[in-house]
């Protein structure tokens, strides 16, 4: 934990995220939940060897400001890496996973847990999980809208998706692609090439537009203000 003194940021303590290998935190809408994406992969410290493949332990864990854990679910697949995470204004929370097991083994790379329910895959159909190649890299939630966006940079393909009914809305290449947010009208996404996109996902066809961004190798996490 990190607080600010003055206009310096200053390490306060540590408290558990109940998981191995924490990846993203964010707070829930109420302002006092904390939700933490657990890879489940211990590292080497300086290497980042991965030293615990075949005794991952991947979870979604919402925990109390003081640290104490509400909940820890996880998906069925043990070598599912929860990475990156969504959250819609009504508390549903979609995650974006990284497969580490055998490459021809079928994955489950959107996961969603909606209020009181339990976290469970968000249905796929097997083309776009095909495409993905196990990997996913960020994940956009548009609160208004009800749509949810994820990128899939091994695969150069970027997808939305309808969070309510789970209707495809947009399977589109995309060379490299890596950050994506959401926007007034819909989402905007970087790639590793520097090629940027906004997509107008207002109507029922979803328009896309170059973006003139500074050039740059962009990576996994996008943040807007």
């Not at 919402?62 to 509400?70: A, H, P, Q």
């Not at 590793?192 to 328009?207: H, K, M, P, S, T």
């Not at 896309?208 to 740059?216: Q, S």
Request: with cysteine; proline share 5%; glycine share 10%.
């Amino acid at each position: 934990m990190y607080r600010f003194e003055g206009e310096r940021l200053v390490h306060s303590g540590e408290i558990s995220t109940h998981g191995i290998g924490p990846h993203q935190v964010s707070w829930m809408p109420d302002g006092e939940t904390l939700v933490v994406a657990n890879g489940g992969i211990r590292t080497e410290a300086e290497s980042r060897v991965e030293m615990n493949l075949e005794a991952m332990e991947p979870s979604l864990v919402l925990m109390r400001r003081d640290g104490s854990l509400i909940s820890k679910e996880t998906l069925d697949q043990q070598m599912n890496s929860v990475r990156h995470m969504g959250i819609a204004s009504d508390g549903t929370i979609l995650t974006g996973q990284q497969f580490m097991g055998p490459s021809q083994e079928r994955s489950e790379l959107l996961a969603i847990k909606r209020p009181g329910q339990p976290f469970v895959a968000f249905a796929v159909a097997d083309e776009q999980l095909q495409a993905m190649g196990h990997y996913t890299a960020s994940v956009a939630v548009h609160s208004e809208l009800r749509l949810v966006a994820l990128t899939a940079p091994r695969g150069n393909r970027f997808f939305i998706w309808d969070i309510d009914s789970g209707a495809l809305r947009l399977d589109a290449p995309l060379p490299d692609c890596a950050g994506v947010g959401a926007v007034d009208d819909g989402f905007v996404v970087t790639s590793g090439q520097g090629r940027c996109r906004f997509y107008d996902c207002r109507q029922n066809q979803l328009v896309a537009t170059p973006l003139e961004l500074p050039a740059g190798l962009w990576d996994n996490h996008l943040h807007l203000v």
